[in-house]
């Protein structure tokens, strides 16, 4: 099955500098990448999804990208604020069946 | 609308003793997702059912995992001869079928510990 790997671990940053957070997925019939934002003590929400037929995507502060090829992607969050600090998971998806990786902790310091 | 509903949010049990967390998704939303997250850490995936096909449970830990759906909509999860290391947050998603991956909706976990 599908296996995402997700780095680093933990990240901090001052406020205002910027993030990024990687991962990569081993099946590259994997056509959806999703990334959650996890709060303490909250349900993992959906910030921003990338499909396969893309290669960036923006929204506001945060942007994704994807090469295809490395079978790697990554979340980028510019201006970070303090309420960025959670727990951010990437996923790979192929036909509905979606994989997580391990986590980010990102703590953006005031 | 109504999100994911996850029952019990928190449970207390003794080791030896099986427990069952239910789900109730989405309505509409046909397929539907049981992942374990452990303190502090990722998301690890369990089961996962798409419709009327048969369940995937390659992420079932031991045969004393088990999950049905009945009627295509709500989802138990049973545990059985609960041991301390199932302690952990329980949760429940669902998306849409179609269009082909869909986002994900999280309800907000049941935390199980295992005394």
């Known amino acids: 099955g599908e296996n995402v790997e997700q780095h680093p671990s933990t990240l901090s940053v001052q406020e205002g500098d910027s993030a990024v957070i990687k991962c990569t997925y081993s099946?590259?019939?994997?056509?959806?990448f999703p990334w959650y934002k996890q709060e303490l003590g909250k349900r993992p929400q959906l910030i921003i999804d990338?499909?396969?037929?893309?290669g960036e995507k923006k929204d506001q502060r945060i942007a994704v990208t994807l090469n295809k090829t490395a079978k790697h992607f990554s979340l980028h969050i510019t201006e970070t604020q303090p309420e960025d600090s959670a727990v951010y998971f990437c996923a790979a998806s192929k036909d509905n069946d979606m994989r997580f990786g391990a986590g980010t902790r990102l703590t953006v310091k005031p | 609308g109504a999100g994911v509903s996850q029952s019990p949010s928190n449970k207390v049990t003794e080791k030896g003793k099986d427990v069952e967390l239910r789900c109730d998704p989405i309505?509409?939303?046909?397929?539907l997702y049981w992942y374990r997250q452990s303190l502090g850490q990722g998301l690890e995936f369990l089961i996962y059912?798409?419709?009327?096909?048969?369940?995937?449970k390659s992420g079932l830990p031991s045969d004393r995992f088990s999950a049905e759906r009945t009627g295509g909509s709500v989802s138990t999860l049973t545990i059985q001869r609960t041991q301390q290391e199932d302690s952990a947050v329980y949760l429940c998603?669902?998306?849409?079928?179609?269009?082909?991956?869909?986002?994900?909706?999280f309800g907000n976990g049941t935390r199980l510990t295992v005394t």
């Open positions: 998603a669902s998306s849409l079928q179609a269009p082909a991956n869909s986002p994900l909706h």
């Open positions: 990338i499909r396969s037929n893309v």
């Open positions: 059912f798409q419709g009327n096909s048969a369940p995937d």
């Open positions: 309505s509409g939303h046909t397929a």
């Open positions: 099946d590259s019939a994997s056509n959806y």
